[in-house]
């Protein structure tokens, strides 16, 4: 049963469901910023533009709660934030699917050194504030 286990989860299997994990998410990613533009666009594309001063991201914009909060309102910065927030998750969630797949085939040491990148990745997305 292990062996079978071992046959049904080798190197290029792995390699292509990694590959359509990043393919996918790349794809919704652009989907969601396309489509909250459209909809900021259809909204606010005709305001001009004062590029004299310049206004820094608001605040409910910054935080994961605040931007599910705009989409759930239909706020088309809010969708773009999400798409760009699921951007930045894609490459996230190919780490982890790849610790999967390591310890899938029993392989202990590239498992903890991708676990160790996740860290790292982890901490340099939410634990420098």
């Not at 996918?24 to 594309?45: D, E, F, N, P, Q």
């Not at 050194?113 to 340099?124: E, G």
Request: hydrophobic fraction near 50%; include cysteine.
């Amino acid at each position: 049963m292990i062996s079978n286990l071992r046959q049904a989860w080798n190197d290029q299997k792995i390699e292509i469901l990694i590959g359509n994990l990043l393919r996918i998410g790349v794809m919704i990613s652009a989907t969601l910023v396309l489509c909250g533009a459209v909809v900021y666009l259809s909204r606010h594309g005709m305001e001009r533009t004062n590029y004299k001063a310049f206004h820094g991201e608001p605040s409910e914009y910054r935080t994961l709660s605040g931007i599910i909060d705009q989409v759930l309102h239909f706020r088309g910065r809010g969708i773009i934030q999400l798409g760009l927030a699921l951007l930045i998750a894609t490459p996230v969630a190919r780490v982890a699917f790849s610790i999967w797949g390591f310890l899938a085939e029993r392989d202990r040491m590239y498992a903890a050194f991708t676990t160790l990148v996740l860290a790292i990745l982890l901490y340099s997305l939410v634990g420098t504030r």
